[in-house]
């Protein structure tokens, strides 16, 4: 039987900073970021990958993070909701939210950003069924989504009729 | 509007209270910035994971702890002997013998009565090491025989779960109102429907159970951070079985990830961490996980009505209903079987029938055992009178909407006393439906219904339900299930105080979920004391030190806005009182001359006058030499108020009393489409109508009917929990377990109206549960869609398979339904009656 490493080294820069760190073989993406980075808004909902509320983009990419390990990512750029705001201003989005009570709890409400500004960056405009889609792979228990579709088509207009450079790929599937 | 809006000013716009305001909580929450029970911990402490049963119902013949214990990194394994060696009592029993005989302790002892029922708990210092542990501990079952079934449960054949009890029915009562046998006489039909079953569901919050406990060796103080959503319950549950006194524990609550009742029930591990956290001399911190949420964590009532006579005059008139009600408890008895009781909190649902009898059995099985689950038991009877109304209707070729209209409680008719003495306070029943009509374009609905005609392959259906949300109950009624039990009223605490440099601080007994309390409190709480809401700041979550709490303090059973905000408004007005009592002396004036505005006391139409909060509180904490040790004893600037509703202890004989103080009402309209190839359904539009009296925060409001229609249509589609014959759950993850996404639950079109309560302190009436008010419109459009002489919608769960089998039943198959009528009844009379 072969030598196996049960740790690895990993580097990655979370929310524009570099970190550097000795992972356990083991550890999934959202206990690295919870448990030894101390971002504990990224939260854990299920152990099958299906409520979305570990969402997180890693290299412009959607991820649920309870699905890849941390020790996969070394060398990635992973977004995460603590890095929406900038300068202490919230983002459209955490702002539209707020202002169309898109959350009560809270606790999908991190991933569902993730997966709303992953969207937008995407398709700048979608249609309410493209914002629905969007979303279908983050579980909100809550506010039967009514008022999260609300927030993130006002942002989407708001963008539009703003004028908004958005350069990425329209119409790309979530 | 926004909460950073500026102080408005003016006597007239000055209310804060009524508006619609995004929330205060929002701005941690949508950062990541929340404090969630496993955001939290505590130095030293060890990881829980429990060792939980595969099988159903076996004996525990050996448990082998020793590999585990042998792993480097386990601190501690105990036992369910070991804990209850440690224990001083079973769980205390709500029921009465039987069901008292029913004993729960932390962990399993002895034979284990569910999938997933726990035989031990592993501490280690990591999770994953736990996780690990958990594996190697070595249990040796003895399978027996399964019960799965609510009502073979109650036979005498059938295997029992508790050998000491001699039986599987947990409680049984007969609730009889009026003179239903006089009425199956005398009416012009009668509709008998052999059964109908309301399945079992959980509203499943997202973020699973948590516990973070402490047993501190130098004090004995337990310190619990945890999301149950009603503390003090677990603590009188919890305390006497592990020895530890009410002054012993502190019980702590931060951000709750939703709850819907279901974190009501995970006592037993929080007395389990306490005890292995005693043995192991360090904090056990258990984070559930989903799979483990889903075995184990508590589960909505499964109920299943039989032999249902329903005596109708051939006007429509609805005289009341007979049924044999069978409620699945499950294997333990953990808030049950309260739920016995508590669906008589709506026994005629929002209709006038006058007689009523419900022949109840609560029955143990080897399946999870239930917990309060939003909507509790109000929901699963509420479900059975709608089914009633509606397949009256279908029967007797009569309209749904007519028939509704005929037999709701109509709006002159408030204060309007139920047959067993409950006290509908308000509402307008006739009005919300039209407004919900309107809302769901029911009309254009029914042309392209007609036009769409048979051949299609497609048909649509159009369904009401309407429900209440019975909230603010009296604890009383716990008595009808067992008089001994000490309980009757209920209430609710905060407390609000003036801090040192005149900030304003208000603690709650609640433990919300998302329903936005930091916010209608500050609201409320703004307009008492002349700031704005933005100048209130209210502690997150519930926290013994503060002193905020009653026995019943929590969220739970819609009551926030009565108790939680009577508290509130007391404990605001308490401070309000002590602040003009303080600046009347200050400013040499009476008090009748003092008012309050922007965060200073002034005297009226005296500019010169005035003095801000910062300086009376300077008075009194930090400056007091020389005041009037009177005022100093009357202004501390502290208050503490507990509000209590008016109620009586029921009659426990009679089964009557006023069980709860408002009750808010729900009509949803739902239009689905049925693909009769597939038997799925599509809901082309949906529209509620909810009547919830006074609304503190509209927006609030709004959104909890959204959650609470979400929810509901869910789980009428896609959400249902089922154990095979051996009593394995068939849906242990959101893999099998079909959550509700955004793909599958509609828009909902609100509409409100205000009846306010002429019973509480703001004219608001609890809400948030809502009743299942989907679940019964989902069933009756499905019912309209199979139209007359179709098959009965028999079930609360029509996911699409079952949805084929009722589109394609067999010509000729029993329909489960049949109508007497008889001629010479009471001449269509029913005015009489």
Known sequence: MGERATSHAVTVEVNGEKVSRIVAARQLLVHFLRDTLGLTGTHIGCDTGNCGACSVIVNGKLVKSCMILAAQTDGATIETVEGLAQDGTLSPLQESFHE???????????GMLMSATYLLRHNPEPTDEEIRRGIRGNICRCTGYVNIVKAIRAVSRRQATGGHAVTAAAGEEV | MTITSAPVTGEATKTWSGRSMPRKEDGRLVQGQGAFVDDGGMHGQGYAWFVRSPYAHARIVSIDCGPALAMEGVYAVLTGEEAKAMCEAPFFAIAPPPGSLMQEWPLAVGKVRYQGDAVAVVLADTRETARDAAERVVVDYEPLPAVTDGVAAAEPTTPLLYDEAGTNVAWHGVYDYGDVDWALENADHVVKLDRLHFHRFTSSPLECNGAVVNFNRGTGVVDVLSNYQMPMFAAMVVGPTIGVPMNKFNFVTKDIGGAFGIKIGFYPQIAALALLSKKAGRPAKW???RTEHMLSAGHGNERTFLDIEVPVMSDGTILGLKARAFDDAGAYLHYEPLGAVIWSQVVPGCYKLKHVRVDYTEVVTNKCPVVPNRGYSRMQHLWLVERIVDVVAHELGLDAVEVRKRNYVQPEDYPYETPNGCIYDSGDLPRSLDLALELAHVDEWRAR???????SGRRIGIGIGSTLDSGTNN?????IINPELPFSGNGEAAFAKLDLFGEINVNLGTTPQGQGHETT????????LGVTPEDVTVSTGFNQANNSYVGFSGTYASQFAVSGLGAVMGAAQKLRHQIVKLAAFALQAEEEEIELEGGTARVRGDEERAIPFIGLANMVYTNNAGLPASLLSECDLNARYVYVPPFEVPDTVAKTGNLTLTYASQVHVCV?????????VKVLEYAAVDDCGKRINPLVVEGQVHGATGLGIAASLYESLDYDESGQLQEPSFYEYHVGTAMDIPDVACGDIESPSPFTPN????????????????????QDALGGGGAVVSESHNHWARVYELVHREPGAPRGVEVITRSGGLANDAASL
């Open chain 2, 521 to 528: 409190a500050a609201q409320v709480a703004a307009d008492i």
């Open chain 2, 763 to 782: 004219g608001a009436k609890g809400m948030g549960e809502g009743g299942g008010a989907p679940l019964h419109a989902v069933c009756a459009a499905l």
């Open chain 2, 287 to 289: 984070t559930e996980f």
């Open chain 1, 100 to 110: 169309h009570h898109a959350l009560q709890c809270g606790y999908c409400t991190p």
């Open chain 2, 672 to 680: 689905i489409e049925v693909d009769e190839e597939t038997g799925e």
């Open chain 2, 475 to 479: 604890f009383g009624q716990s008595r």
């Open chain 2, 449 to 455: 219904q007609r036009e769409l005609g048979t051949g």
